[in-house]
């Protein structure tokens, strides 16, 4: 079911790309096991909001792996 939300979290982006919206996306994609395309994601969360807790930890859990 995670696959499915993907096409809405990627039009998401499209319309106001915010840094929530990236980091949901990268953990869905971490679930996937998509790790590359998920680390870029929170990346760009962290890019455009250096103080999100939740996506640094999500990097890093993406990045142990």
């Given amino acids: ?37 998920a680390i870029q994601q929170f990346r760009q969360a962290l890019a455009l909001e250096p103080n999100l807790l939740q996506a640094r930890q999500h990097l890093d859990q993406a990045l142990q792996r």
């Fill in 1 to 37: 079911r995670v696959s499915e939300g993907i096409p809405y979290l990627r039009r998401a982006l499209e319309l106001k790309g915010d840094a929530k919206t990236h980091d949901r996306l990268g953990l869905a994609l971490m679930q996937l096991g998509q790790l590359e395309n």
